[in-house]
């Protein structure tokens, strides 16, 4: 599982656990049976991870908290495809962990669910990109540091381009275009995950719309939205498209496996990709929709919180600045030596050797050039909602004006209840 395999989460299984966290307010954190020993040299924390499916990630994680000293660390590596839902259904409980990896949602500051960060971050908030920093910021304080930046972009056989006389594709045209030449008989052109639910943001900021306003207002309901999702439908009835592959899109295997000559997925699976293919992979962002639109990397990742309904906050603090914010050299061994992302820290980003030359340089570019970042207020029920525009239009044949309005309508109520 790669460091953003759970983006394609079970929309059943994230609705019901987000709808408990929201209706939680407040949590409870102590118990037994959590993992935390008193028999260590300070308080005892739990941590969640997610599995990552890079090799030696899991060793890691359980090396750098046995090198903190003024606390047990116990990690809880919690594997299979909705480490959302267990997550969110351990922190209604009193197994609660202290601190646990996720991505940037409101709504868990507005239930007082993470611990303001502010104080540890403030110090070296310069040396975090921007963009990071905005991310996880809400009324002017910061909740949660970031661990890694995981751009994603679509990955090529340059050798079969050439084979078929195909352009890297620069429209969403040309990438159907393309799909089209470099399918065979044993071969499909494009590979977007089962579901297609893993381009839902590019789709939209390549069409030049964004997922909300600055002031938090529906943004993706245009035009240039909706003939995307016509362009996609045909597509998806093409024959052109890599459906219900072994292993979804984050894993690189559809690609090197031969199954498909282009894969969406991100900058972790460069390393094993190499592996397999040598210099036969290039990679390139997700082509503009419409004339008015610009091509556009995702920028996923993950971010370390403090549950801030822990008995051990103060001390859970602590361990987050030592490890996230003071130990550079494990934060870029983890950036960099268990697959490829970018460290927010700007410092260890102009640094990383790794990242210097050949594809992930050519991912960072990328990523500079043409990235975006996950917006704190596009919660888990938005998200959803827009997955089932995609269901309804591209795989049902659905009108997607129609859909877009009817999504535009729940986000907009789910807004109200954030924003008033």
């Known amino acids: 599982m790669s460091a953003s395999s759970n983006m394609n989460w079970d929309r059943r299984n994230v609705l019901r656990a987000a709808m408990g966290l929201a209706a939680a307010g407040g949590l409870a954190a102590c118990g037994s049976n959590t993992g935390r020993s008193g028999g260590g040299s300070g308080d005892g924390l739990v941590q969640y991870f997610h599995a990552y499916g890079e090799a030696g990630v899991e060793q890691a994680v359980k090396r750098y908290a046995k090198d903190y000293k003024d606390a047990d660390v116990t990690t809880q590596w919690i594997t299979g495809n909705n480490y959302e839902q267990k997550l969110f259904a351990a922190l209604l409980t009193k197994n609660a962990p202290d601190v646990f990896e ?19 971050i403030d110090p070296v908030k310069d040396d975090f990109n921007p963009a990071d920093i905005k991310s ?3 009324d002017g304080k910061i909740y949660g540091v970031r661990m890694i930046d995981d751009p994603q972009f679509l990955f090529y056989r340059p050798s079969l381009f050439e084979k078929a006389g195909v352009e890297v594709p620069t429209t969403l045209e040309e990438l159907i275009e393309a799909a089209d030449k470099l399918t065979t008989s044993k071969v499909k052109g494009l590979f977007l995950g089962n579901d297609l639910t893993s381009i839902d943001r590019p789709l939209i900021w390549s069409a030049g719309a964004d997922t909300l306003t600055a002031d938090n207002k529906p943004a993706f309901n245009t035009d240039a939205v909706a ?6 439908r045909g597509l998806f009835t093409s024959g052109n ?9 984050w894993d690189p295997s559809a690609l090197i496996q031969g199954l498909t000559a282009m894969q969406w997925c991100g900058m972790w699976a460069m390393p094993a990709m190499q592996k397999a293919l040598g210099d036969d992979i290039g990679i390139f962002p997700f082509p503009k929709v419409g004339s008015a639109g610009k091509q556009s990397v995702y920028n996923g990742g993950w971010s370390m919180f403090v549950n801030a309904k822990s008995k051990n ?3 859970a603090k602590e361990y987050v600045k ?11 061994d983890f950036a960099t030596s268990y697959g490829f992302h970018i460290p927010p820290r700007t410092s260890l980003a102009a640094s990383a050797t790794k990242l210097k030359s050949g594809l992930p340089a050519e991912g960072v570019k990328l990523f500079n050039e043409f990235g975006h970042f996950d917006n704190i207020g596009w919660t888990q029920a938005m998200i959803a909602a827009f997955w089932d525009v995609i269901a309804n ?7 997607p004006k129609a859909a877009l309005d009817a999504c535009e309508k729940k986000v907009d109520a789910e807004l109200k209840k954030l924003f008033g």
Do not use: C, Y
């Open 241 to 249: 498209l890599l459906l219900d592959a072994p292993a979804d899109s």
């Open 393 to 399: 239009t591209v795989r049902k044949n659905g009108d």
């Open 313 to 315: 906050v103060e001390a």
């Open 102 to 120: 996720f991505h940037p949602q409101i709504q868990m500051v507005k239930s007082g669910q993470v611990a303001d960060l502010t104080d540890i």
């Open 136 to 138: 996880h910021t809400v």
């Open 227 to 232: 003939e995307g999702l016509k362009q996609l």
């Open 322 to 332: 030592w490890l996230w914010i003071d130990q550079k050299k494990h934060q870029e």
